[in-house]
């Protein structure tokens, strides 16, 4: 069955970094694009950034754009959220999802990430 997991949350200062991994299982990770989203409490799933299936085709909502950096390593099932110059409205559950882009499911259970001083 598929399985992705994600992890790398945490509590960061303004300004500060933090880089999300998303181990996945049960399909061909190679084969499919993969997307980060985020949801705060309350509101509904925000697309965030989503990368194709080779890697080389990276894509970024404009709130993130130039801060944050999406890759995957192909021979270890694992896509990457680099996110630099955190903000306080980069508060949210992180979650990984199977492509293509934009989807939202299957995801994994996610990953906190708080910014705040």
């Known amino acids: 069955d598929v399985q992705l997991v994600e992890s790398g949350g945490g509590s960061v200062q303004p300004g500060g970094s933090l880089r999300l991994s998303c181990a996945t299982s049960?399909?061909?990770?190679?084969?499919?694009?993969m997307n980060w989203v985020r949801q705060v409490p309350g509101k509904g799933l925000e697309w965030v950034s989503s990368i194709n299936s080779g890697g080389t085709m990276p894509h970024y909502a404009q709130s993130v754009k130039g801060r944050f950096t999406i890759s995957r390593d192909n021979g270890k099932n694992t896509l990457y959220l680099q996110m630099n110059s955190l903000k306080t409205e980069d508060t949210a559950v992180y979650y990984c999802?199977?492509?293509?882009?934009?989807?939202?499911?299957?995801r994994g259970q996610g990953t906190q990430v708080t910014v705040s001083s």
């Open positions: 999802a199977r492509g293509p882009t934009g989807a939202t499911t299957p």
């Open positions: 049960g399909f061909l990770f190679d084969a499919y694009t």
